[in-house]
């Protein structure tokens, strides 16, 4: 009983890394209808500014208040030369483009910084503590907090700033948006800024999970299921979303995989994804799509 | 009336263009008659970079070494050119047919395939053209037997071997090989064919010795391993072989020690068992064992003689300096030397010119480096005698184990035998089986001299 | 996009007829191409038919599979890799478990094996829409790639669940060579290109069109919606079959699961966007851009910069060069490259305007 409950609580954590990302792809697709296909990519570059400037000696706050300017100036760069020319397109040709984009922020980021693989700490030693008969990893717990610390910033930035009701009126009827003034792009900005520092956070947990290279990219396809499962529009979903992928896809591997003989958690998310799709295809607390004929 | 002539003419015009400029750079370059070309498909670029990077770096210290400090092999100078194959087959074969004639007068001796996917799918294409494709610590394992695979050479170390030298590292820890009988050793592989390749070996010394064999699988590219160390803790196995590749040794090393598995247990393969594999997993790294063939450090007389002759000289291929003595940089030198120790044997039999490729599988199948070679080259301790013959394609065989101490690599062993004897009928089962589909008849030993 | 009826011809077009008195039918062209494609060997050497024509062939043929899925019917897919599986497992173990059978028909059989795949796989897009599709067809590609890793009966055994064709063997003459393989490739894509093109022409294809551009219209007016998607899986399945069994076969000589991978998927994906969707020269114009590219680029930067340009940055360039290209031809020109390059031409006035006008009606 005590490993299947080790396995829950690794896999709800895993879920939180996992949820991280997907804070991400939620804040972009809550103000633009794009599904950032680069948000990997924008992991990545956001871990490797981090690192690199550490190696060259900066303070751990000098250089996240770096990484957090680049990240914001990509943002506006994006917002200005891919997003606003493509402002009335299907969403397939916005999520080509980010797939576009995402190519050439991989291709920057390791001309600029290299390919090699670089150690990320976080002062953190990831040896387990014990409560009960369970071990549970200190970083992960350390990435639970970080999560809940962002949702509650996010959920008090949506409710009680300008920007954040700005942002939900543009959600709700972006004609009556525009027509009171608020302004899109800036707004875009904004919310592509703070998809940045998202990033940030996700680029130096993952990164000191799992060391700052390539590989980090690949996380937007565990991102996806999440999204799907938990609702495209939804922060509290997307954490909903990623217990419940992160909890599934621990308990399929551990009793799933000796029956079938290998490994499952290539897919096991997409499958429970498809079966959230198809019983309910705006996920636990997204928005009912409204289909205009 | 003038549109209309125009357009083909300038579909040609485009056309001619686009053709030139693929066509020129072989037209342009122009070279020596009596120098040896030695085609290098390399990555830099890509998931797996900073694994080839410092390969690349040694192999041609050691060529410009060779060039340099010695004149050549008996006087015939090396030239080299880099092909980036990303570690991609599509790039591979297009790197292939780009050199596989040679250049400027010289033709290809042995074509390092750098990669085992690209190995692989060069494999048929190579035979025909016979260039050896030699796999330095890869490559199908089967390939051993050279009769049927006369042009594949799977030097130093097949993954049969490399497993099996790690259960006799272990054994040799735990106080002789009776004393496995009973063990648990979980092997940690990655999901593809090449972490699969070593379930037969092991499975069959599991019967021999009386150990249990538990494989894990982890999905590539494996930089999530909660899953799989938690069926770890369940089975509580006393040893854990990694057979990993890219994030996934790293990701394994956190993993173990997050899950409380003790890292000096934990020994890992041939590919897991760089700088690279370690570093980023940090602090818990220390203590973990691994498997090599070129054991990092610098203290090995050729390294004296690369710092002084090239590296001091400024001549280096390395960008990064830490990278000298690596166990990457130190794999490209024992490449470098494979290479060049197979001309020299060739030209030995068919003299002192550039050699092709028919020779250069010559040269490597009557290879020969013994303990006093190794002096003469200044690799004694780095590289392990070998000998190899029409029926063994691989050897060595052998292998050491090194232990990460939180910042270098201490060699914590001397050269580990494997069990070759016992795995040879499944090596000859399995060609035997490739042999039979493709309808290849072995070659005679006793023919080919 | 299509011009319902036959344009009226001004006096300047109907002179420009008399050029050739070739009816130039975009069918008449790919027989031309195939038959020009046919005597290239005498000119170029292995490396031009190993390394870049026979891939070129081949990435267009699977670029006409998934843009008759995604141009034309405008469902959005990434299995592509995991469809091109399907036909090469299928084809290698026809191949090898029933060998009485001759090439053409293993291969045609492995297709429609693949073909029942995306059969299957297609289910979910008479529920799901637009870019959730990418999510199911993803399942399918990790799925399907999975699958083929796992169980060593789809690679008879073999130590590294890697398969190469027995042997590749036609009307008793050996096609292991590169001609041979050549040849193989460029019959069989010759072939489906045409039928491809009459395909898109007919009934069907404008079925497929309609629902690309508005389903809930087609199926008021009668078209049937569901059975037309599965369809539309099916022969996009068949060609993506075909085009994997061509690439290990024809090609690359060995592959295991991973030449499959999401990453095939995308390439294929970035050839229809490129060469443009909703048209079958697009596939090839994308194919050659896609795979020609980062070639040209190698040798240029051999020749031009020497050594200026580390190969390795090189290739991160070449990433930024594509991502950018990517992002431009959606920006400017959705309908890709074959579309700007009509643009291009009529703009410098080499094209007459009848035969623009035929190009324009005829190839959506």
Known sequence: MSFFLETLVGGLLAGVMYALVAIGFVLIYKASGVFNFAQGAMVLCAALTFVTLREQGLSFLTALAIALVVMVALAIVVERIVLRPLINRPPLTLFMATLGLSFVIEGLSQFLMGASVHELDLGIVDVPIRIGPILISQLDLAAAASAGVLVLALSLLFSRTRIGISLRAIADDPQAALSIGIRLPSLWRIVWGVAGVVSIVAGLLWGARQGVQFALTLVVLKALPVLIVGGFTSIGGAIAGGFIIGASESLAEIYLSPLLGGSVSNWFAYAVALVFLLIRPSGLFGEKAVERV | MFSRLLRPLNAAAVAALGLAAIAAPTMLSAGSPNEQFIPLATFRVGAYASSGIPVWNGLIDTLRYINEAQGGINGVKLFWEECETEWQVEKGIECYERFRAGKDGSPVPIYLPNGDPIAKALLQRATADKIAIPTLNYGPTEAIDGRIFPYAFPLMLSFYSEASTAINYIAQVEGGKDKLKGLKIATLYHDSPYGKETQAALALLAKHYGFEDIQIPVPHPGNDQTAQWARIRQAKPDWVFVRGWGVMTPVAIKTAAKTGFPVDHVIGGIWSSSEEDVIPAGPVGKGYLAITTYPAGTNFPIHAALKKYILDAGKSDLKDPKSFGSVYYNSGIVHAIFLTEAIRTAQAKFGNRPINGAEGQWGLEHLKIDDKRLEELGVSGLMQPLKLSCLDHEGGGSAKVIQWDGTKWNIVSDWIRSDRELLRPLIDEKAAAYAKEKGIAPRDCAVSG | ?364
């Open chain 3, 1 to 364: 996009m299509s011009s319902v009826t036959e344009p009226t011809l001004p006096l300047s077009a109907i002179s420009a007829r008399r050029f050739g008195d070739l009816h130039w039918t975009p069918a008449r062209a790919v027989l031309i191409g195939a038959i020009a494609l046919a005597f290239l060997p005498l000119f170029a050497g292995e490396y031009w038919l190993n390394a870049v024509l026979i891939p070129f062939l081949v990435m267009s043929l699977a670029g006409i599979g998934l843009n008759l899925l995604m141009g034309y019917t405008g469902l959005a897919s990434l299995g592509t890799g995991a469809f091109m599986a399907v036909g090469t497992y299928a084809t290698y173990n026809f191949l090898l478990r029933v060998p009485e059978l001759p090439l053409p028909i293993s291969l045609v059989f492995g297709g429609l094996i693949a073909a029942g795949a995306g059969v299957v796989f297609g289910l979910p897009s008479l529920r799901i829409k637009g870019f959730y599709l990418l999510a199911t067809t993803l399942a399918a590609q990790f799925f399907l790639e999975w699958l083929f890793n796992q169980y060593g009966w789809f690679s008879n055994y073999s130590t590294s669940n890697s398969i190469s064709a027995p042997r590749l063997a036609f009307l008793g003459r050996d096609l292991t060579g590169p001609l041979g393989r050549y040849y193989l490739t460029l019959a069989t894509a010759a072939l489906l290109t045409i039928v491809a093109i009459n395909i898109v022409r007919s009934q069907t294809g404008r079925n497929w069109m309609a629902i690309r551009d508005m389903d809930t219209a087609a199926a008021v007016i009668g078209i049937p919606v569901a059975a037309n998607k599965l369809l539309a899986f099916a022969v996009s399945s068949f060609y993506c079959g075909i085009a994997g069994a061509l690439w290990a076969f024809a090609y690359l000589g060995t592959v295991d699961a991973r030449s499959f991978n999401l990453d095939r998927s995308f390439q294929v994906m970035f050839v229809i966007i490129i060469g443009g969707m909703g048209s079958i020269a697009g596939n090839f114009v994308g194919a050659a851009f896609i795979l020609l590219l980062p070639i040209l680029i190698d040798h240029l930067a051999g020749s031009a910069f020497g050594n200026l340009i580390e190969a390795g940055q090189l290739e991160n360039l070449q990433k930024v060069l594509f991502g950018g290209l990517i992002i431009y031809l959606l920006i400017k020109e959705p309908a890709g490259l074959t579309a700007l390059f009509g643009t291009l031409r009529r703009k410098l006035g080499f094209l007459p305007r009848r035969a623009d006008a035929l190009a324009h009606s005829s190839d959506q």
